[in-house]
C-alpha cells in the first residue's frame, strides 16, 4: 500500500506525459485534481531537469475546471489577484489566501462535527433538514473536499410555519438551558 503521508511523486517525461511513481501508470490532469480531491498531496517533477513543475500543473487544472464553466473565481477575483502580481500587494495576498482557505477548512470540519455529534437538537423536528443542506452547502462551497452523505437538500421535505414556530422554541429552550449551563 502507498505512503499516503508523503505527496504522491508524479514524474513528466519529455514528451509532457505524466507518469505516477506509485502504481507506475500514466495519469492525465483530471486523475491528478481526483488525487487532490481525495485529500492526496502531489508533486509534479521533471524528469530530466528536476523542476518542480506542481504550481504549473495546479493552475491548469483550476484554468481548465473554470473554461468548463465550474467557476469558483469570481472575475472580480481574478482581476484582483493579477493587480496583485504587479503591486506591493504581492507580497501580503498569498498569505491572506492561505490564511483565509486554512480558516475556511477548520470552520467547516467544526461545524460539521457539531452537526454530525449526538447533541439535544438532533431530536428537533426538521434538524435533520437543516443538518443536509449545510452538509451540501459545504460541499459545494469546498467542491467535495468535505466527506459525508451525499443527502440532496432537494430531497428533503420543506417545513411548514408550524414546524418552525416549534423550531424556534425548542432552540429559545435550549439556549437558556446552554446559558444557565455556563453559569
Known sequence: MADTSKPLLIKRYASRRLYN???SDYVTLEDIASFIR????????????????TRQYLLQIIA???SRGESVLG???LTDLVRSYTTQASSVVPQFLTASFEMLREGQSKAMENMT???????????????????????AMTGGMMGGSSTSPAAEPKAD????????????AMQ???SRMGK
Open 176 to 178: 437558556e438551558k446552554l
Open 75 to 77: 472575475v472580480d477575483i
Open 21 to 23: 511513481t506509485e502504481t
Open 38 to 53: 481525495d485529500g492526496r498531496e502531489v508533486q509534479i517533477v521533471d524528469l530530466k531537469s528536476g523542476d518542480d513543475l
Open 161 to 172: 410555519a408550524d414546524d418552525l414556530d416549534t423550531i424556534k422554541q425548542q432552540l429559545a
Open 64 to 66: 481548465e475546471h473554470e
Open 117 to 139: 455529534k449526538a447533541s439535544p437538537m438532533g431530536g428537533m423536528p426538521g434538524f435533520e433538514a437543516m443538518r443536509a443542506q449545510q452538509e451540501a452547502f459545504f460541499k
